[in-house]
């Protein structure tokens, strides 16, 4: 009996999954919105819930119970093959070790693969990542990376006269992806339990406000242990981006600023494929918006206002 | 109320084929082949129009709207345009071409003292302008912001050009002569005097309707001399219904004159200006109107109702600083109601998700 219903939510999950209104190429994405709508709706998917014949024999409690785990199951497995892609394909890791032979990077994507697999029913560490992905997705720090290299801006020039490093634009890109990829990795710990979306919300949160170096050294010896060959730097800048008041420290380098922008963009880009007449584009509207208030999110006003310019440039 | 009694398809085609007739009757004068053809097309439309419009009157009545549809809704337009073309041109000239019966010519003499004088079926005539106007109203629907102003500004403007054409027609009509038919203008003066002189020469030999003949071939504006009562020439090409006729009389014989001067300039002129002006108002202006008013306004709405819409108003470059109204409000929108809907949709709780409780149990599950 119980295997049986088993299958029926199984079923149901994975045609949630595969809904058109959810992106395929991200998994967690269709996971929090599934949960989001749970954690919203509760009641109304419990009356919903009594009006099917079909979940006759368990009740409701224990249905979303097993719903949920079931739904956790089948987005690690899309989840894993998706990590695979981005760990062996889209990130070539070749700019941050200085040995660039091909059986050293191999050896770094499966450290990182394996970090990863780790730590995955980490529920903040998911909600970190979920915007990660979504970045990625969308292609904005490849099109907005390449742009900024092109067009001399004022990112440009902050990175040449205080940086001095000089990037082509497709190094920038992917030298901004590892530091993306790099930080969600500050927890240690693998949690298992299920927690509320706005709890993790709240916990995710609250690390942004209380990040210092302290922190940072804890996370690299961490780090330290799982990929060799990383360099202290490094991993300290990609877990200053997770900071919400990083704009507030002075002599912030300007890498960390950028990363910071594309992690913060994760977060709000979340319904990008419907515009209107007359208005900005739903990249563009964010942008913009996240310029005007750059200070509660901790994002360069100056940076945000050149990304909005951009947008507008090519109607992005 | 949102169902159109008739699809805006079918307004859109008969209005069409109308200002095509429109089109052809400038170059289709009384005495081509074709003006026979282009009598029963007009006939056939304005009968379709008349139809039209009393169906369309009659839906709106039962539904107590006749009054919405009068002053909003074309109804204005939909009158002028069709009853006086079909009473005053089609019919009359369907009778005199093929039943050869002269309506106009058949109206007692006050009547037609009236109509010559103050140019009244010229008038007439310039009413059918308003069919352009229905063309370009056939893109539009009352019900939304946009269609009801472009209605409003081609109502308005097209019937200021009728009134002002009307003016003009009204103006320029001759005057009065002591018999009640107009007088003549200069051409018809050259004529009279090129006539009077072919009579002097040859009345006498008896080759009067001959010579007649060389003077006044390829020439469209006589359409009948009489000398004591007997017709000496008739020009069947030119003789057609609704271009009334000018006279003039001497001891020894009477001239007819067709008038088609009037007619060019206040029924084509009209139409052709109207046809233009309406033109560019449902090009470039609704375009601006879109850009600065509509579009803006529509987008604000959107964000004030729905909860997730965080789409900011495109301010074009030259209004980014302005203090036009609709600009203002979308600045404060942009600056201020959208960031703070933002802060709240950074908390998941905070925003609708995508899917919804059909995507959820499917009928069946």
Redesign the interface.
């Known amino acids: 009996m119980k295997s049986e219903i088993k299958d029926?939510i199984k079923e149901?999950v994975k045609?949630?999954l595969l809904?058109v209104?959810?992106p395929l190429d991200n998994p967690l994405e269709g996971e929090?919105?599934?949960?989001?709508?749970i954690?919203?709706?509760n009641t109304?998917?419990k009356n919903?819930?009594l009006r099917?014949s079909?979940?006759n024999g368990i009740d409701y409690d224990d249905y979303i119970k097993i719903f949920r785990q079931i739904l956790n199951e089948e987005v690690n497995v899309r989840l894993f093959e998706r990590l695979k892609k981005l760990f062996f394909n889209e990130i070539t890791f070749s700019s941050i070790i200085s040995d660039n032979s091909d059986s050293k990077i191999s050896v770094i994507q499966n450290q990182f693969y394996n970090l990863y697999s780790g730590l995955i029913n980490n529920p903040v560490f998911r909600y970190r990542l979920t915007g990660i992905l979504r970045v990625l997705r969308c292609g904005i720090v490849d099109r907005y990376c390449r742009k900024i290299v092109e067009d001399i801006s004022y990112i440009d020039l902050e990175l040449i006269n205080k940086e001095r490093i000089h990037f082509s634009p497709e190094m920038l890109s992917e030298y901004i992806k590892i530091l993306l990829v790099i930080s969600p990795l500050v927890d240690a710990e693998n949690g298992t339990q299920f927690l509320k979306?706005?709890q993790?919300?709240e916990t995710a949160l609250k690390f942004e406000n209380n990040i210092n170096h302290v922190v940072a050294d804890n996370v690299y010896d961490f780090i330290k242990q799982k990929v060799k060959g990383l360099g202290k730097n490094l991993i300290n800048k990609a877990v200053m981006i997770n900071s919400r008041i990083i704009y507030n420290i002075d002599g912030v380098s300007c890498d960390i600023r950028l990363a910071r922008i594309f992690l913060v963009l994760g977060?709000?880009l979340?319904?990008t494929n419907n515009?209107?007449?007359?208005?900005?584009?739903?990249e563009?509207?964010?942008i913009?918006?996240?310029a005007?208030?750059s200070d509660?999110y901790g994002v360069d006003k100056e940076m945000m206002n050149e990304l909005a310019a951009i947008s507008l440039r090519y109607g992005w | 109320m949102k169902q159109e009694p008739i699809s805006k398809k079918i307004v859109f085609i008969f209005s069409f084929i109308s200002v095509f007739l429109l089109f052809c009757g400038m170059f289709i004068k009384p005495g081509d082949y074709l003006y026979s053809a282009l009598i029963i097309a007009n006939l056939v439309t304005d009968v379709l129009l008349c139809i039209e419009f009393g169906y369309k009157y009659f839906f709106y009545l039962i539904r107590k709207k006749d009054k919405f549809y009068i002053r909003n809704n074309n109804g204005v337009i939909d009158i002028l345009g069709s009853f006086p073309s079909l009473l005053f041109y089609s019919l009359p000239g369907f009778f005199y071409i093929f039943i050869n019966y002269d309506v106009i010519g058949s109206l007692p003499g006050n009547a037609r003292w009236f109509l010559n004088t103050f140019n009244i079926l010229n008038i007439l005539l310039l009413l059918r302008s308003y069919r352009v106007a229905k063309l370009f109203n056939s893109f539009y629907h009352p019900y939304n912001v946009t269609g009801r102003n472009i209605l409003r500004l081609n109502r308005y403007i097209s019937t200021g050009i009728v009134v002002a054409f009307c003016f003009y027609l009204f103006v320029t009509s001759d005057g009065i002569d002591k018999k009640g038919y107009r007088s003549r203008g200069a051409d018809e003066e050259k004529l009279v005097t090129a006539i009077e002189k072919v009579y002097n020469d040859f009345y006498k030999n008896g080759e009067f309707t001959e010579y007649l003949k060389m003077v006044l071939v390829n020439n469209k504006t006589v359409s009948e001399i009489k000398t004591g009562g007997k017709s000496v020439y008739t020009n069947n090409d030119v003789a057609a219904s609704g271009n009334y006729k000018s006279y003039f009389k001497n001891d020894h014989f009477e001239v007819y004159f067709t008038e088609k001067r009037s007619v060019l300039m206040g029924g084509d002129a009209g139409f052709v200006v109207i046809f233009f002006i309406l033109l560019v108002i449902s090009t470039f202006y609704r375009e601006k109107l879109n850009k600065e008013v509509i579009d803006p306004i529509r987008v604000m709405r959107k964000g004030f109702e729905q909860y997730d819409y965080n789409l900011l108003v495109n301010i074009p470059d030259e209004y980014q600083y302005s203090e036009d109204d609709v600009f203002m409000t979308a600045r404060n929108y942009n600056d201020k109601w959208i960031p703070v809907k933002l802060k709240k949709l950074e908390k998941p709780s905070g925003r609708t998700p995508l899917i919804t409780i059909n995507d959820f149990f499917i009928k069946g599950d």
């Open positions: 029926k149901q045609r949630l809904s209104k959810l929090e919105e599934i949960i989001v709508f954690d919203k709706y109304y998917i919903n819930y099917q079909f979940f979306r706005d993790i919300y977060r709000f979340i319904n515009s209107d007449r007359g208005a900005l584009t739903p563009g509207s964010v913009k918006t996240l005007k208030s509660s």
